[in-house]
């Protein structure tokens, strides 16, 4: 069974920085893609950033420019750099291990998630 930990996230002012990091434990091999997800209070979950096996990566618009999204497959760990912080991007960040099929799905259990807050 794959685990996802989720770690990084905490409290940042407008301007600020984060990086996240996924963590997984277990036989990945049913997976070839993973993705950070947000969910803010009241709102769906969305997808934030993916990252494939074979280099394809895609992000929400509002992030683009601000966000990237790594892989350290030695390690089984993907990370998401987070630059330039705003108000909106308050959420709770999951990690997701998937598959790329017309776009990204996810497949395995979420992780516990990391909450990131922005505020000044």
């Known amino acids: 069974q794959v685990r996802l930990v989720e770690s990084g996230g905490g409290s940042v002012q407008p301007g600020g920085s984060l990086r996240l990091s996924c963590a997984t434990s277990g036989t990945i091999g049913v997976i070839n893609a993973m993705a950070w997800y947000r969910q803010a209070p009241g709102k769906e979950r969305e997808l934030v950033a993916a990252?494939?096996?074979?280099?394809?990566?895609d992000y929400l618009e509002s992030v683009k420019e601000r966000f990237t999204i790594t892989r350290d497959s030695d390690k089984n760990t993907v990370y998401l750099q987070m630059n330039s912080l705003k108000p909106e991007d308050t959420a709770v960040y999951y990690c997701s291990g998937g598959y790329y099929n017309n776009g990204y799905h996810p497949l395995l259990s979420w992780g516990q998630g990391t909450q990131v807050t922005v505020s000044s």
């Open positions: 990252i494939s096996w074979g280099g394809r990566l």
